[in-house]
């Protein structure tokens, strides 16, 4: 079936630790997306990539990283954990500005 | 750059009743807007969305929406409010050109009492 695919779907995660949220996509979208949900904030924009080998900052991009080697994967790295990213993440891709994003089923994060 | 606005992060409906689903838009450009929606603990799935061309725009389970540039909106409507239309509502935009980011608004939550 085709879309996109999070992983882990739920973490609890020490504060200090590195974390790599993974983001796969088989639509071969160009675009693709990282959001974080939070209460009464709705979704802001972490990260996104236009193409592979390019990306731009969102919102809030402070204390995380992207890449994007290649069209499919578009991986979110916490470089060191803090409670204030407790949150639910959640990937997106469209094939472009003017067309459905496609958003996965999210990570749960905790960060304690 | 590009924002929006929801007005009113919590609406409560009858069921059978008009929903309306507040939604203004700033964007230096022309810009694509849609409407989201998210069942709880689900991620979310496009209801409708405006490109170019008729400005009232139809998407799934009867769900409405009209660009109106002059008043920078695109309200949400349906005529009669179901029982499983509550959930999160988030409307966005993107630009026409330029960069391909998607910004949310923060999200009403539309409650249908019986």
């Known amino acids: 079936i085709a879309g996109i695919t999070q992983a882990p779907t739920s973490q609890i995660l020490a504060a200090g630790r590195r974390m790599t949220l993974r983001c796969t996509q088989d639509m071969r979208h160009n675009a693709m997306y990282w959001y974080r949900q939070d209460l009464g904030l709705g979704l802001r924009l972490i990260h996104y990539s236009n193409t592979a080998g390019t990306t731009g900052k969102g919102e809030v991009p402070d204390g995380y990283s992207v890449s994007r080697a290649n069209t499919d994967d578009f991986p979110l790295t916490l470089a060191s954990a803090v409670p204030s990213q407790t949150s639910v993440y959640f990937c997106?891709?469209?094939?472009?500005?003017?067309?459905?994003?496609?958003f996965g089923q999210g990570t749960r994060l905790t960060v304690v | 750059a590009q924002s929006v606005t929801q007005l009113g992060s919590h609406v409560s409906v009858s069921e059978g009743a008009l929903v309306l689903l507040r939604c203004n838009y700033s964007s230096s450009v022309p810009p694509y807007l849609f409407w989201y929606v998210q069942y709880p603990n689900q991620g979310l799935q496009l209801l409708l969305k405006y490109t170019t061309g008729a400005t009232l725009v139809k998407g799934i389970n009867g769900f409405e929406a009209e660009f109106k540039k002059s008043e920078t909106s695109f309200h949400l409507t349906k005529p009669s409010a179901h029982m499983s239309d509550a959930a999160e509502y988030f409307c966005a935009v993107s630009a026409l050109r330029g960069a391909q980011k998607l910004v949310f608004g923060q999200g009403t939550r539309l409650t249908i009492n019986p």
């Open positions: 997106a891709s469209s094939e472009g500005s003017n067309t459905e994003a496609f």
